[in-house]
């Protein structure tokens, strides 16, 4: 039996792991494209 | 029934501790340092640069809640903030503040130069140590000595952009930390109940009213002269010299006009009311008037 608060705990955790996510995959493509400046590679 | 602040944090409440509309005025000005540098970085390094300062300003709004919980609490304007409202608890708001802050130091040194980064971790200590710990609860000239943190993002995206310090940007610096005392004190006239209700000794409740005024024309008359020195000095041409004489005279009539206005009741304070308005637009309308002036073909 699930209570309430522990459904609105996991409703907020997965809220949070899903804007982390989001989050850490702008920052790997941000990276990406700082590489790629700091490199000076022309495309 | 679930008690608020055992739940983990909504994201919404984590946003708010950025201060997101302080965070906008921030960005913009560091933006048009960055904007009106001489040479620009790669977009990426840029981006990054403004990312960054963005960052930085949402770590001090952060550390700022944190420290101020019980004051914010006390004040009907910022008691329905995340932490006096109860929806949050204070230390995950500490270790959001300071994981924020050293990542934003970090990435900008590492993605622009450390020059930048020295100077972001500066204005973040400044900010935090210097004006929310130590000057805002035990002076009247916090606000004063405090605007430096704000003046510093156009000095940091200048910076980030060219690897140098140089005398507009410096300038930029001056008038920003000049504007701050008119900007908040006008602000502060018509809330002055709520900052005496905190026990924050802000200029009209420690110096009253007319004092006040009178502080605000003094400050606003060198703001406007170094609003206006980037043209006389040859740092920016005649269409900023010319935008920034006409807004800052608005600003000056729109002073004058609170230095005149003799009424107590916040109700009867329109001329303060207007010119806290007009100080918003007038620094945004100042510095795109300067990025315009240095990139458009007149």
């Known amino acids: 039996m699930v209570s309430e608060e522990d459904e609105m705990i996991r409703k907020r955790q997965r809220e ?16 990406f494209f700082i590489t790629i400046a700091k490199t000076g590679i022309n495309w | 029934m679930t008690n608020p602040a055992a739940l983990p944090a909504d994201w919404r409440d984590i946003l708010a501790l950025t201060k997101p509309r302080v965070m906008s005025l921030v960005v913009f000005s ?45 004040m009907r304007r910022t008691a329905n903030r995340p932490l006096p409202a109860g929806r ?17 130091v970090l990435l900008m040194g590492l993605a622009t130069n450390w020059l930048a980064a ?6 973040i200590l400044f900010y935090v140590l210097i004006y929310t710990v130590w000057l805002k ?23 980030a952009a060219t690897g140098h310090v140089a005398a507009l940007p ?68 005649a269409i900023y010299g010319v935008s920034a004489a006409i807004l800052s005279f608005v600003f000056l009539v729109l002073a004058a006009r609170v230095a005149g206005n003799g009424a107590t009741e916040p109700a009867q304070m329109e001329p303060e009311k207007h010119l806290f308005a007009y100080s918003v637009f007038y620094l945004f309308a100042l510095l795109t008037v300067l990025v315009a002036d240095r990139w458009l073909p007149w």
């Open chain 2, 30 to 74: 560091g933006l048009c340092g960055l904007l009106a540098a001489p040479e620009l970085p790669p977009f990426a390094l840029g981006f990054t640069a403004i990312l960054c300062i963005a960052l930085g300003a949402g770590a001090c709004g952060a550390l700022n809640q944190w420290y101020e919980a019980d004051i914010d609490a006390k």
């Open chain 2, 137 to 159: 609860p035990r002076t009247a000239q916090n606000i004063v000595i405090g605007g430096a943190a704000g003046a510093f993002p156009p000095l940091i995206g200048w910076v």
């Open chain 2, 118 to 123: 020295t100077l972001l971790a500066a204005s």
């Open chain 2, 88 to 104: 949050m608890d204070r230390q995950s708001a500490l270790h959001f503040g300071v994981g924020l802050a050293f990542f934003s």
């Open chain 1, 16 to 31: 949070r792991a899903r804007i982390m996510a989001l989050l850490l995959a702008a920052f790997v493509v941000l990276l």
């Open chain 2, 170 to 237: 410096l300038l930029l610096f001056a008038i920003i930390f000049l504007w701050t005392p008119p900007h908040f004190w006008a602000l502060s006239l018509f809330v002055r109940s709520d900052y005496a209700a905190a026990g924050i000794p802000m200029l009209p409740v420690v110096a009253g009213i007319q004092h006040t005024r009178r502080q605000i024309v003094l400050y606003s008359a060198p703001m406007a002269a170094a609003a206006v020195a980037p043209w006389p000095l040859g740092l920016a041409g």
